[in-house]
T-cell receptor, first 111, second 113 residues
Framework: ETGVTQSPTHLIKTRGQQVTLRCSSQSGHNTVSWYQQALGQGPQFIFQYYREEENGRGNFPPRFSGLQFPNYSSELNVNALELDDSALYLC??????????FGPGTRLTVL | RKEVEQDPGPFNVPEGATVAFNCTYSNSASQSFFWYRQDCRKEPKLLMSVYSSGNEDGRFTAQLNRASQYISLLIRDSKLSDSATYLCVVNPAGSGNTGKLIFGQGTTLQVKP
């Protein structure tokens, strides 16, 4: 096991709503990344947090935002949900050689 | 052109077969390379890192060809438990400290008895 945990496991929302996903990274890992994985695709990088600041972002609109806390846990917030936001959301903590260790993910369904 | 390209398959092979997956990447300055394995409805798990000199872990061998921007994964003596999606992953240039990884679409392997 990677030691990365995520909550909730599953979530159903409707269009226009807001959602918050949570992640606790592996002990001692201070860098957390979030990825979105649509069905049949590889994960897409959303952003990364290091020492409570965003320090890298993929091609996602501003309605995707995040936070990192002093204990290195993190949140992903998505506002104004759209149908295409339905996906598996993965949190990962970074190892010493830029490898990523993923949590089990949150499966979000937007109706 | 996608930054990381893989043949999505599926690859259907009998137990004991040898199977090879290939992957190409577009950014010639990319720094780190990995293969991840993903089981159905589960998270990706690191299978192995890929080094310029090539590396082996049991039945799995990974190769990197920087000149051709090509990565491969060879699985020998396939087991039923190898059935999964294999993701080719690249850490592109300029993001060495951000940890951004670029994933291919994944190649599906189904090992049959």
């Amino acid at each position: 096991e990677t030691g990365v945990t995520q909550s909730p496991t599953h979530l159903i929302k409707t269009r226009g709503q807001q959602v918050t996903l949570r992640c606790s990274s592996q002990s001692g890992h201070n860098t957390v990344s979030w990825y979105q994985q649509a069905l049949g695709q590889g994960p897409q990088f959303i952003f990364q947090y290091y020492r409570e600041e965003e320090n890298g972002r993929g091609n996602f609109p501003p309605r995707f935002s995040g936070l990192q806390f002093p204990n290195y846990s993190s949140e992903l917030n998505v506002n104004a949900l759209e149908l295409d936001d339905s996906a598996l959301y993965l949190c990962a903590s970074r190892g010493s050689y830029n490898e990523q260790f993923f949590g089990p993910g949150t499966r979000l369904t937007v109706l | 052109r996608k930054e990381v390209e893989q043949d999505p398959g599926p690859f259907n092979v009998p137990e004991g077969a040898t199977v090879a997956f290939n992957c190409t990447y577009s950014n010639s300055a990319s720094q780190s390379f990995f293969w991840y394995r993903q089981d159905c409805r589960k998270e990706p798990k690191l299978l192995m890192s890929v080094y310029s000199s090539g590396n082996e872990d049991g039945r799995f061998t990974a190769q990197l060809n920087r000149a051709s921007q090509y990565i491969s994964l060879l699985i020998r003596d396939s087991k039923l438990s190898d059935s999964a999606t294999y993701l080719c992953v690249v850490n592109p240039a300029g993001s060495g400290n951000t940890g951004k990884l670029i994933f291919g679409q994944g190649t599906t392997l189904q090992v049959k008895p």
